[in-house]
């Protein structure tokens, strides 16, 4: 078996691989490491057959959306996931067979009610549901600690004690503990009985996690990420950095529209001189009167630098090829001490 774990903060994912056929699953993908999987992935000469998320993440974006559909794999869930994404629902004791991998569903509610638990081989693949030195929460979402003990004391802890446990999450840099290890030393897993398990999950008291609405939004929905859409836009668009600006603004007369997207009260309070005003909001209903001409070099800006890059792209859709983005923004460019122009006082 070929195996790699991805640590990003606390988030693990992994990649599993037969050796012999080099057929490949990824497991419990997370966003921003979308380029590292498949550069392991190729550097190992492995192919995915399956993306499979082990529950509905609430804390993290998970990219099993994305990679599927780069791939053209299905996305894999337990049956009782919500997500219009997923290609294949499994139920509880089913296999996934990969190459010679055989990859086995146990449904393991609690911490979500689609969270599945995954065995191959030596080790099982936990999920939220049993963490190195803890258990998942019950309190997001469709958890419930009834069923988290059912599927703790039921199930995982009945496998061979040598299994080794690979969860979802750890925050303190172990990458695996086994079975074993985890009825002998997990806290939370020495209250065996079922009154004393429930009330010890329904009185942790936890913050809810970073991203929460947002992570079950998209997770849920396979919609984008603000980070996404960000992140899209700013692949199809060149920038300029505040430096080119300055300097040529400097060497005028220069050679394009300075736009500036941001609301009327911050423009009129300074803006880069010489620069025209359009609100973000307004941009697609006032473009034809604003910028008559589709062959203008523009460079749009904004306080951050982020509503610019979507609002660039938004220009070069509706035809300004040649719209693009300060790297940066007005903040910057008014905290460095560049020159500001206000709005001229009503006579
Ligand atoms: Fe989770």
Redesign the pocket.
Known sequence: MLFEQVTVGGCQSYLVGCADTRAAVLIDPEISQRDRYLAIVSQAGLRIHYVIDT?T???HFSAAKQIGEALSVPVVMHHESVAPFVGLRLDDGELLIAGRLRIQAIHTPG??RDSMSLVVEDRVFT??TLLIGAT?RTDLPTGDPEQLYDSLFGKLLNLDPSLKVYP?HDYKGRSHTTIGEEIANNPRLQKRGRAEFTDLMRHLNLNAPDHLTEALRTNMSGGKTVTQLISEASAVIPFMSLNELRTRLAARPNDFVVLDVREKNAFDAGHIPGARHVPRGQLELRVNEELSDPTLRILVYCELGKISTLAAATLRQLGFTRAAALDGGFKTWREGGLPVEKAAEPA
């Open positions: 529950h993440h609430a804390d911490h979500t999920g939220d998942g979802a």
